[in-house]
């Protein structure tokens, strides 16, 4: 039963997957099945944030313990494990097992850990405080669902989920990837202080690969579409900034956005032989820092220097050799925003870093455009402006009055 969604990318039609949080809430449906039935179905389904449902075969599965201990009735842990598919985004993930165990526990509700294969985070800052397993918020609400939907159907009685009542008790899932921790050296997870396997990640469920030709000549050809009515544009990096201009009410100024992906450079250049001539830029810290040292593809793989620029304003802003030493080790900017807080030193580097930026910005433009630059954060909100991003703001802002 292959996972047969697909989104075009340029000219070429390309498979979509499913994430390894899918994966992991699929799994936690079958064995809650299993478990309170004694049986497995033969197929597992959801609908995924993205609004595309995923519906895969259950080969995997176990009741424990077995044989003369086990009651068919009333088993005490149950297992599937269904195989993450990247669909034609392949990544080191793809094709690995993402194992859910299931059983009753006495507290009520849905409790979710991590096992073998899946990481435990040691430094802050990330998606899930220290100490807890790297399972994002998205996937933990998936996974929550899944339980919750089947444990509603089949025992409604049984658990007290909600609490209600304190005789009755809930249900412990424990997701593990037998090849997490052999798999988890061929990502970040180490540098960002995930240790001991992946992270079981997915905001919209869904993987949509593109070819980075066709994703650069996917932008282009929006680009034209733009500036066949606007010379004003605001770029955008992805959800975080599109999200952003959404919940700050940037999108009621009128002016056309456009996502670029990791694509930054190219962007420009497209731009430079457009009618275009007035750009902002915003985007998230994780994203822009990179731009103050003049990278201009912000994908991981090609370069990081986050924390180096972090580094190297808080020094020439008068940070400690200790502050230094602690922004080279943080794990996300968010942390190194908080170092920089708690050094009081927050507004001069990040200040320091849109002086930097813009350079980069006005190099790689090359006068072609007027642009400037918006920089923010998931947890701090709005952290800076270039001067001229102000003033193409507040132009913009003048114009909608």
Known sequence: MAFEHYTRSGTKMLRCGYTTGTCA????????????????????RLMTGKGIPVEVPVTEFGLEPSGAERSLNKPSCAWAAIPKDAGDDA?????MLIRADVKRCGEPGVHIDGGRGVGRVTK????????????????????????RAVLEELDPEGIGLNGADPRRGGIEVIISVP?????????????????GGISILGT????????????????????????????????????????YIQGHDLDSL????????????????????SPVDTVLLVAHAGKLSKVAAGIMNTHSKYADGRNEVFCAHAAICGGSTS?????????????????????????????????????KLEHRAAGSCRIGALMFSNVYGLLGMTEPGQQILSMWEERQK
């Open 204 to 243: 919209t469920g869904i993987v949509e690969p593109m070819s980075e030709q066709a994703l650069v000549d996917t932008i282009e050809v929006e680009l034209k579409q733009i500036a066949a009515e606007s010379t004003d544009l605001i770029l955008a990096p992805g959800n975080y900034g599109a999200d």
């Open 25 to 44: 809430a699929l799994a936690a449906a079958a064995a809650t099945r299993l478990l309170l039935c004694g049986k497995a179905p033969q197929t597992v």
């Open 179 to 195: 090849e997490g921790e052999a798999a988890a050296q061929k990502t970040f997870n180490p540098k960002l202080g995930i240790v």
């Open 124 to 147: 802050p800052g990330l998606d899930q405080p220290v100490g807890n397993a790297a399972i994002n918020s998205g996937p933990r609400r998936m996974i929550e669902e899944a339980v």
């Open 323 to 359: 502050l230094c030493r602690k922004l080279m080790e943080a794990a996300t900017t968010d942390a190194c925003i908080e170092l920089l807080e708690e050094e009081g030193l927050r507004e001069p580097v990040i200040g320091s870093m849109m002086k930097a930026i813009q350079e």
């Open 254 to 273: 009128g002016i056309p956005v456009l996502k670029f992906s990791n694509f930054l450079g190219e962007t420009l250049d497209m731009i430079a032989g």
């Open 91 to 95: 990544d080191v993930t793809d094709g």
